[in-house]
Nanobody
């Protein structure tokens, strides 16, 4: 069974950067499409991005409109790790960030029901 553990959250000033990590255990990590969601207080969970696995070591990144151009996902399959580099952070990026695994055969990117494994989340707070 796949388990996901996030780390790297914290407090940062607006305009700063932060890098989140997600450690995966169980299963064949390199074949998983992995991504990130976030949830701000009082708001619904929001799609941040996903690295979709197609074949061999080919992945395609898709980002939510709110983070496009500022956030970058990457992965290290030798370490079973997923990363989220967050740049030019804004107060509205404040949220709990979740590492997620996408279901095999899923046809949607942004629906949270398309993801079957979730980490416990890590808090990111951006001060103005």
């Amino acid at each position: 069974q796949v388990q996901l553990v996030e780390s790297g959250g914290g407090l940062v000033q607006a305009g700063g950067s932060l890098r989140l990590s997600c450690a995966a255990s169980g299963g064949t990590f390199r074949q998983y499409s992995m991504g990130w969601f976030r949830q701000a207080p009082g708001k619904a969970r929001e799609f941040v991005g996903v690295l979709v696995w197609y074949d061999a070591n080919t992945y395609t990144a898709y980002y939510g409109d709110a983070v496009k151009g500022r956030f970058i996902m990457s992965r290290d399959n030798t370490k079973n790790a997923l990363y989220l580099q967050m740049n030019s952070l804004k107060p509205e990026d404040t949220a709990v960030y979740y590492c997620v695994k996408r279901r095999f055969g899923s046809t949607s990117m942004i629906g949270q029901n398309e993801y079957d494994v979730w980490g416990q989340g890590t808090q990111v707070t951006v001060s103005s």
